[in-house]
């Protein structure tokens, strides 16, 4: 009875004490990063955040789900570097990260053996991100600015999504950014990613920490 009690206890400790720190991490970052979410329909309001979603688009009304976050670091903290090349190097920091998460393992598995190289260290941190570029098997460069860079997501589900990272400036500060778009045609009875709840969670936990360990990396190259 010990032996099963036990037991019993470990596994539930083995369950509890990970998803604890991840709640408490989650909350941690919830104070550094702003955010904000729509559910809706796409409309010509959203082409000010996502520039390159298609006309048709927007003039079908097509149900979509709308995920922003950005933090803002003082531009004084942060290396001095032109802010397009900040915005390739902090993408390609990034997508470096991405590239070894579950998420990244699962788009893996969809993907032919010829763009796996897409996934790799060497290949991101090589990327200059110009348009029709293709990072991690699915993301290709629809649009690239100075301060944006719009990636589509090429896969084969009944939804169509754009990922954008921004790095702007805003009255001394460096405003870093990520905006996720997913939309199906009306009436599509599948649901995108987003529209779940631990898809959702997992999402926003992923690009908050992003947000905030991208800008801490640059801040520590400054002091070094």
Same mark, same amino acid.
């Given at each position: ?19 604890? /720190?991840?709640? /408490? ?6 104070? &550094? ?56 190097? /902090? ?92 939309? &199906? ?40």
């Amino acid at each position: 009875m010990r032996t099963s009690t036990t037991l019993a206890v470990a596994a539930l400790s083995s369950i509890a004490f990970p998803t604890l /720190y991840l709640l /408490y991490v989650r909350r941690d970052l919830s104070r &550094k990063i702003h955010h904000e979410a729509q559910r809706g329909k796409l409309s010509p309001s959203i082409t000010d955040a996502v520039k390159s979603i298609p006309d048709e688009a927007i003039a079908e009304e097509c149900p979509m789900v709308y995920e922003c976050a950005w933090k803002a670091v003082s531009t004084s903290l942060l290396p001095d570097i032109a802010r397009e090349k900040l915005l390739v190097q /902090y993408l390609q920091r990034n997508m470096t990260k991405f590239s070894a998460s579950p998420q990244a393992f699962a788009i893996k598995r969809m993907c032919s053996p010829q763009v796996l190289k897409t996934f790799e260290r060497t290949y991101i941190e090589s990327l200059g991100f110009l348009e029709a570029s293709l990072v991690c098997g699915v993301y290709q460069v629809q649009l690239r600015g100075e301060d944006r860079i719009e990636l589509s997501m090429e896969t084969h589900m009944p939804f169509s999504g754009r990922l954008v990272v921004t790095v702007e400036e805003r009255d001394g500060r460096t405003v870093f950014g990520n905006h996720v778009v997913q939309w &199906k045609q009306p009436g599509e009875k599948a649901s995108m990613p987003l529209e779940g709840t631990v898809a959702t969670w997992i999402h926003q936990f992923f690009v908050w920490w992003l947000l905030d360990s991208g800008t801490k990396h640059f801040i520590n190259l400054k002091k070094s």
